[in-house]
């Protein structure tokens, strides 16, 4: 897994309110791969989309790009970082700063990251979605941001935030993830 590293100046809540809505927005001319069409029938169009593309594996993990952004835990930090497929957008992500109280000063893609720098998580982003953690919440809450982008938040108790380190993979982010969906469902009280 590769990560990005954000530097930014200004307004913290504006740089990830900018970031989040960045991450959650389409993403499917950005990240697609250049392919030719083809004219599949039968019983066959059906089967296709499970044979795995060995040759193009990012191809398949694509439509589970899953963003986790950390900031700094112990200091008031000018750095973001997003667990992830690397930003390669960065252009893109520039502009969406541009005229506002906040900037982006160096976007790097970096190959590891220390576990030890004391990295919180703050937020889950994939595409249509930005997933939140409030340790006060018992339930969780969805709302609509834009008509593209949904928010949840979600209560996020240590136990599991704690877990979700830069370095974990996505396969066990997203079981994390479902055990902290589930447990935030409200009890049948019938």
Sequence with gaps: MKFTLLSFSGNRDTVLEKLFLHL???RAERNTIREYPLR???DLQGVLPW???EDHPEKIRQSLSLYRIYLNVFENSDRIL???P?????????LKYRGSEASLTNVEIIESCQDDEEWGLIAVVLEGWIVLFDEDLENGIVQSLTEEVMAARCPGR????DRMVPSMTTDRTLWIMAYILLESLPADTE
Excluded: K
């Design 158 to 161: 240590e136990e599991y935030l």
């Design 24 to 26: 959650a927005g389409s």
């Design 51 to 53: 044979i795995d593309d």
């Design 82 to 84: 997003i667990a992830g």
């Design 40 to 42: 599949i029938i039968g």
């Design 86 to 94: 690397p930003l390669y957008d960065q252009d893109e992500l520039q």
